[in-house]
């Protein structure tokens, strides 16, 4: 009995103690994930920003194409020949004319 009452409050202080670190770990991992997916967060909003400026000038391009394709280069171009110079398919010449034509309408009133 005099073993234990000697040697029990070490134990308990050990497995306290390695409680408590595996405890201070297990928070400082949590902080360091929690800092990893902020800035995780961040590249990935940075990536979508760049993204949607990338499709913006591309539609301006393929609209700038477009226009002087129809009306000033091959006034006689067909949908097909248009098409496949700005990379779409013949089917999508048509609305994305309209579009264009409403954009022009635009900055000719302003």
């Not at 129809?70 to 067909?78: E, F, H, K, V, W």
Request: hydrophobic share 45%; net charge positive; charged share 15%.
């Amino acid at each position: 009995m005099q073993y234990d009452r000697v040697m029990g409050p070490s134990v308990r202080a050990a497995l306290v103690a390695g409680f408590a670190i595996v405890f201070a770990m297990w928070l400082l991992w949590g902080y360091q994930l929690v800092r990893s997916l902020h800035t995780i967060e961040q590249n990935v909003t940075s990536a979508h920003e760049s993204y949607v400026r990338g499709e913006q000038t591309l539609s301006k391009i393929r609209t700038n194409v477009l226009l002087g394709s129809i009306y000033l280069r091959d006034a006689g171009a067909s949908y097909a020949e248009v098409a496949a110079a700005i990379g779409v398919g013949e089917t999508s010449i048509s609305p994305m004319r309209a579009r264009c034509l409403q954009k022009l309408a635009k900055i000719l009133k302003s």
